[in-house]
């Protein structure tokens, strides 16, 4: 049971370089996050999905765009990499949405920017 | 501005002994706490779940949330080198928006 995967698990960009990440679950879960984490910070909400066909903003969603493809998939989409936006990104899913429904992570992905 | 405060450490424990790692929060309005333990470079990894006033014992492991005061608190008995990792508070609090709200996380260090 692979749980949520993502893709790639490392890339280094250009600035004004565009790229999206992916992520599947195969738990069948409803909800789907995207956090990102940073040095001395916690996880912080960059978008997340509650259920397949709904799309909202977390904390922090400048400089992304999200679909939500399928009930599986989750997609995270930068359009102009900036440096501010290296960092580790996790993608993370649950049964329900809220806040009484733990998280499931995938492995993250390692973004640098230069 | 909702927040969940964590000492970044690290904690240092000998080997057999108790770690007992602390968060607080700022919204009254919390209805759950979630410890989850990350090592170096992996993700995060649920170890537990608390909603009522109390403790919960899994293990090793017990998570105490005490509403009034606003701190939840993770103990980790006979503390073993493998324990030795970063552990988030997260807090899920009421209205409008449903999310967890992370600390930035306690390092622990368990040493021979």
């Known amino acids: 049971n692979a749980g949520v995967t993502q893709t790639p698990k490392f890339q280094v960009l250009k600035t004004g370089q565009s790229m999206t990440l992916q992520c599947a679950q195969d738990?069948?879960?409803?909800?789907m996050y995207w956090y990102r984490q940073d040095p001395g910070m916690g996880l912080r909400l960059i978008y997340y999905?509650?259920?397949?066909?709904?799309?909202d903003k977390g904390e922090v969603p400048n400089g992304y765009n999200v679909s939500r493809l399928n009930k599986r998939e989750f997609s995270l989409r930068l359009e102009s990499a900036a440096p501010s936006q290296t960092s580790v990104y996790f993608c993370?899913?649950?049964?329900?949405?809220?806040?009484?429904?733990?998280?499931?992570f995938g492995n993250g992905t390692r973004l640098t920017v230069t | 501005q909702k927040e969940v405060e964590q000492n970044s450490g690290p904690l240092s424990v000998p080997e057999g002994a108790i770690a007992s790692l602390n968060c607080t929060y700022s919204?009254?309005?919390?209805?759950?706490f979630f410890w989850y333990r990350q090592y170096s470079g992996k993700s995060p990894e649920l170890i537990m779940f608390?909603?009522?006033?109390g403790d919960k014992e899994d293990g090793r492991f017990t998570a105490q949330l005490n509403k009034a005061s606003q701190y939840v608190s993770l103990l980790i008995r006979d503390s073993q080198p493998s324990d030795s990792a970063t552990y988030l508070c997260?807090?899920?609090?009421?209205?409008?928006?449903?999310?967890?709200?992370f600390g930035a996380g306690t390092r622990l260090a368990v040493h021979p």
């Open positions: 993370a899913s649950s049964e329900v949405q809220g806040a009484n429904s733990p998280l499931h």
């Open positions: 738990m069948n879960h409803n909800s």
């Open positions: 999905s509650a259920s397949e066909g709904t799309t």
């Open positions: 919204d009254r309005g919390s209805q759950s």
């Open positions: 608390i909603y009522s006033n």
């Open positions: 997260a807090g899920g609090f009421s209205g409008g928006y449903n999310k967890l709200i």
